[in-house]
């Protein structure tokens, strides 16, 4: 609108024509400045938007996480509880083995000397009364035998009779001393003694014999039944030991070392034999049935060979609860040695 076209001052129909036209154009020009602002607010709105949807999302993050924190601590609570449990259970069995297996060892020892007690009996028996009566007879039979009066042949008849009691006599000593030595009367020191000399005399070897810490120990028949089964055990068991040596060996020196230390007997025999070839332990009767015995005594038989460098059998039997050594004054501890040829 050009005002300068009228010449003088405006008419009232110029001055309202020209306010409604300002009052037209001043919405329009009120409204493009107010365009430009309304993006950055649309702009902040997505962006505040967004952000409460990630800390929505964190927040739901967290609380799943928490909640499967929660869950896997329950459960390793559980877990822990149920290994506790799982151990109690082990040691209680483990508790009870061990239990169950000192009950059979107690149950073995009182099994043997039960044993060995009738053992004694048995031979104390076979001595008083069989044995009085065959020596009776023996006696009968060698004076009528010296009778002047007898006729000659039957003389020769009663010699015969005589020879037969005599040796039945000598294998009813043999089964008496097999129901129990009489050298283990005198205690197992002299038992082993005797009989490692009466092995190198009969075979011809070279023997050497080591004793330590039986000095005064004598189980006799007023010894403790447990002590006594197993001295009667580790004697019996050096025999088989001795006779397996003359039998296969082929060795020319044996060393045998016989020891107590606190509640065990030890008995070791060392040859310088030709040894076994690896696995031949486990063959044949002779070896099992000599480890069955130390286990059934309550102890173990192990062995160590190997070919041309001779054999070595270790014995350990527990000596029972009672009938400790007896060490006299001034007793050496070290082992004495005796050499027999």
Not at 98 to 108: C, F
Not at 128 to 149: K, V
Not at 188 to 205: I, M, N, P
Not at 251 to 265: C, G, N, Y
């Amino acid at each position: 609108m050009n005002l300068g076209m009228h010449e003088g001052p405006l008419c009232s129909r110029c001055h309202g024509t020209a306010l409604a036209g300002l009052a037209a154009a001043a919405p329009c020009a009120a409204a493009t400045p107010g365009g430009g602002t309304t993006q950055p607010l649309a702009v902040a709105a997505v962006a505040l938007t967004v952000a409460c949807a990630a800390v929505a999302f964190t927040a739901l993050a967290l609380l799943v996480c928490w909640l499967r924190g929660r869950t896997l601590a329950r459960r390793c609570t559980r877990l822990a509880l149920e290994l506790g449990r799982e151990q109690a259970r082990r040691a209680q069995a483990e508790r009870a083995w061990r239990d169950s297996q000192a009950h059979l060892r107690r149950l073995a020892i009182a099994r043997a000397g039960a044993r060995e007690a009738e053992r004694r009996r048995i031979g104390r028996d076979i001595h008083d009364d069989l044995g009085q009566h065959l020596l009776a007879l023996h006696l009968d039979i060698g004076s009528l035998h010296n009778s002047p009066r007898l006729p000659a042949w039957l003389r020769e008849q009663t010699g015969l009779i005589e020879r037969h009691v005599r040796l039945t006599i000598h294998a009813l000593r043999n089964v008496i001393n097999d129901l129990r030595p009489a050298a283990l009367e005198q205690g197992l020191r002299l038992a082993v003694r005797r009989q490692v000399d009466e092995f190198a005399r009969l075979s011809g070897l070279r023997c050497q014999l080591d004793v330590a810490g039986l000095e005064g120990a004598v189980a006799g028949p007023g010894g403790s039944a447990p002590f006594a089964a197993a001295e009667a055990t580790l004697f019996r068991l050096l025999q088989e030991v001795l006779s397996n040596v003359l039998r296969h060996a082929a060795a020319s020196t044996v060393h045998v070392t016989l020891r107590r230390e606190r509640e065990q007997l030890l008995l070791a025999v060392r040859d310088d034999g030709v040894g076994l070839a690896p696995g031949c332990e486990t063959r044949g009767t002779g070896l099992s049935g000599m480890m069955d015995r130390a286990a059934a005594a309550g102890g173990k038989l192990t062995l160590e060979s190997r070919p041309g460098g001779g054999t070595t059998v270790s014995i350990v039997l527990p000596a029972g609860g009672a009938a400790h050594a007896r060490r006299q004054p001034g007793a050496a501890e070290s082992p004495q040695a005796v050499y027999c040829e």
